[in-house]
């Protein structure tokens, strides 16, 4: 854990450096006070910290996730591309408080394939964006006995490969979360699996989150956390639960003080 908040704080002094030399050439004066800071909105950064296997060869009805991860700031996104067609749902930050710093996060990504068919096989692309800036990687899912595999949609609810139960999987999250003291933070927390899995979120004590003034549980599973506060500092967890199991990953939560952001 330590280590990532290291290579975060690596990150955040590249994106220093980068800072001062745009200064250099360009003195302009902003009414947005995070740039008392620095911080403007060509600031942002983002990297693909973890990018997904090259190529995958796979046979007709296995299970694969395709795995991908990136830092940046503000905290990114991930899409998946198969070909040219965006294949996941716009997971998207609220971003809409421009008149601060922003916070930067280290997340992951799993594209989950619960049954190979044929036509799966294609390019997959890892699209991660920090508000203008993008970075992109892709991979090369092969089917290798692919040959009269295929099947029609009357086939696979025949099959029960349509409509199948599976094991819930978490398939967003941030592994590390950093933002300056008082804002309020997203911790997301996307996830499959069927029946629907039932979500808590657990507290750096061990305790289940229940919904305050502070902490809520949105409707889509993110943690929201009003004003954090130096004492939020830890890992919280995000378990998912359903029939056939369970599965769950932690977010670390570093409150920042403005000055450790303007120094580090
Ligand atoms: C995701 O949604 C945001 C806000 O609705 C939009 O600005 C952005 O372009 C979308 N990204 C993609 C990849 O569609
Ligand atoms: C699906 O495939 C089966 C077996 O090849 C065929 O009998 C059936 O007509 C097909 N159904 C549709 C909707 O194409």
Redesign the pocket.
Do not use: H, K, P
């Given at each position: 854990m330590i280590l990532s908040v290291l290579l975060m704080a690596i990150s955040l002094n590249v994106a220093q450096c980068r800072r001062l030399n745009d200064n250099d050439i360009d003195n302009e004066v902003s009414s947005n006070p995070a740039a008392n800071l620095g911080y403007r909105e060509h600031d942002d950064w983002v990297q693909i910290s973890q990018p997904p296997v090259p190529v995958v060869n796979k046979k007709v009805g296995a299970h694969v996730e395709l795995y991908c991860e990136a830092m940046g700031s503000p905290p990114p996104?991930i899409?998946w591309y198969k070909g040219n067609m965006?294949i996941t749902e716009?997971e998207?930050f609220d971003t809409n408080v421009i008149s601060r710093m922003p916070g930067l996060a280290k997340v992951s990504s799993r594209l989950v394939i619960n049954y190979l068919l044929p036509r799966h096989q294609d390019f997959y692309r890892c699209?991660a964006?920090s508000g203008r800036k993008v970075r992109t990687s892709t991979a090369k899912l092969n089917i290798v006995n692919k040959e009269g595999r295929e099947m029609n949609f009357t086939q696979l609810i025949s099959a029960k490969i349509l409509g199948a139960h599976h094991l819930p999987r978490v398939t967003f999250w941030a592994q590390t979360y950093m933002d300056v003291i008082g804002t309020d933070v997203i911790l997301p927390c996307r996830f499959v699996g069927n029946p629907k899995p039932n979500l808590i979120w657990i507290d750096p004590n061990g305790k289940v989150i229940e919904n305050d003034d502070r902490f809520t549980v949105l409707p889509e599973g993110e943690l929201r956390i009003r004003s954090i506060l130096w004492s939020d500092m830890g890992g919280y967890t995000c378990a998912v639960e359903n029939t056939l199991g369970e599965d769950s990953i932690e977010t670390f939560l570093y409150p920042m003080q403005v000055n450790t952001y303007s120094i580090l």
């Open positions: 996104t899409q965006r716009n998207s699209v964006e």
